[in-house]
């Protein structure tokens, strides 16, 4: 039981930390702003209600105290007249009636005082709150208003970031795009390559034939066999030659050599001159 009772207090505890943070995600300073002004402005309305109320009785019994002050009045001048009629009896039922009449007036002349004093009191009262409510409205429009340009600027720069929800996507859009637009391009070069070795055929120019492919690239690897022996050809003809030793030979042209003299020769007289 007590396992039990840990375990329920445990997700009492995680259930009201998850509907606290959720209604804090939803809740709008505003709004609850705008919700206790409302709130204090009813109040303020019933204030002036039970002022208007008081008033109203107050106003009723100023109205009886006239009213029994008149009758109070009147009797009282009967008195007089009976007195002067010689009938003491009707004097003096007058003068009981004058007598239960002020009793009654001083009775509502005390709860008027009272209603008076109330309405004084909740006067009073209504025009602090009407100084509160006004001071309540001011502050939750600054407040209201800096929170917007606060808003507003933290959507601004999580837009540049790219941290807002929004924008989060979009990026993630743009990167899925990418990545297809790269797959797509490694796609079609894969293809073109199998194509050019044949792996793969064109359906509209018909099925590829093999002895003519084959029959290509022998053309392409002897054409490439050509221009490269021509290379060759250009690159001997424009380097420079050394002399290689004893040949006397340099750039292909043969050295001027100068040979000794046979003197002995050039003493003896030729074959068919006279001695």
């Known amino acids: 039981m007590v396992a039990l009772m840990g375990v329920m207090r445990r997700v009492s505890l995680i259930f009201k930390s998850k509907a606290n943070k959720a209604l804090d995600r939803m809740e709008d300073p505003r709004e609850t702003l705008d919700y206790s002004y409302q709130t204090q402005l009813e109040l303020l309305q019933k204030v002036r209600r039970g002022v208007a109320d008081v008033a109203t009785s107050r106003k009723r019994l100023e109205l009886q105290m006239n009213q029994m002050q008149q009758q109070s009045d009147k009797l009282d001048r009967q008195a007089r007249d009976a007195l002067s009629a010689g009938r003491e009896d009707l004097a003096r039922d007058a003068l009981s009636r004058k007598a239960q ?45 800096t929170y917007t340009a606060a808003e507003a600027q933290t959507r601004i720069n999580e837009a540049f970031t790219g941290i807002s929800e929004e924008m989060s996507d979009v990026g993630l859009a743009i990167q899925r795009a990418e990545d297809k637009t790269e797959q797509m391009k490694a796609r079609a070069g894969a293809i073109d390559e199998l194509m050019a070795s044949g792996a793969l055929d064109d359906m509209v120019s018909g099925p590829r034939d093999d002895i003519q492919a084959e029959l290509d690239r022998m053309g392409a690897s002897h054409g490439v066999e050509q221009e490269l022996e021509r290379l060759k050809g250009e690159l001997e003809q424009s380097a420079p030659r050394q002399i290689e030793p004893g040949t006397g030979v340099t750039d292909g042209q043969p050295a001027h050599v100068t040979h000794p003299v046979d003197t002995k020769s050039a003493d003896q007289p030729q074959a068919g001159e006279g001695t």
């Open 101 to 145: 009449a002020q009793s009654q007036l001083n009775d509502l002349g005390g709860q008027y005082t009272s209603l008076q004093a109330e309405e004084e009191k909740l006067t009073g009262a209504s025009q602090r709150l009407q100084a509160k409510v006004d001071a309540f409205r001011t502050r939750k429009e600054t407040i209201k208003a």
